[in-house]
């Protein structure tokens, strides 16, 4: 049974940062797809980042340079490092994996498996 917890939300104020993680257990990564979603009140679920069992890496335009996905095969962890937070960074972070490699690793309707979220807000 795979299972996916998230953990490091907060509250920044804008320009600062925040690293979020997510445990996975019953999964195995290296087959499958792993990405961060978020979802603000009132606004579609959107992809963040995510990245493959292969390595290849994929960002939303809006997160770029600012904002890194990576695996800890040690830990079983999915991170995600942000640095200079804006306000509309402001939303429920959810972390989610895929049974196989996808090729849009940013569209949620690839991925079967979901985590509880994480919230994270940004003061200006």
């Known amino acids: 049974q795979v299972q996916l917890v998230e953990s490091g939300g907060g509250s920044v104020q804008a320009g600062g940062s925040l690293r979020l993680s997510c445990v996975f257990s019953g999964y195995a990564y290296r087959r499958g797809s792993l990405g961060w979603f978020r979802q603000a009140p009132g606004k579609e679920r959107e992809g963040v980042a995510g990245?493959?069992?292969?390595?290849?890496?994929m960002y939303a335009d809006s997160v770029k340079g600012r904002f890194a996905i990576s695996i800890d095969s040690a830990k079983n962890t999915l991170d995600l490092e942000m640095n200079n937070l804006k306000p509309e960074d402001t939303a429920m972070y959810y972390c989610?994996?895929?049974?196989?490699?996808?090729?849009?690793?940013?569209?949620?309707?690839?991925?079967?498996?979901w985590g509880q979220g994480t919230q994270v807000t940004v003061s200006s």
């Open positions: 989610a994996a895929a049974d196989t490699i996808v090729a849009r690793l940013l569209r949620s309707s690839g991925y079967r498996y």
């Open positions: 990245i493959d069992g292969i390595g290849n890496k």
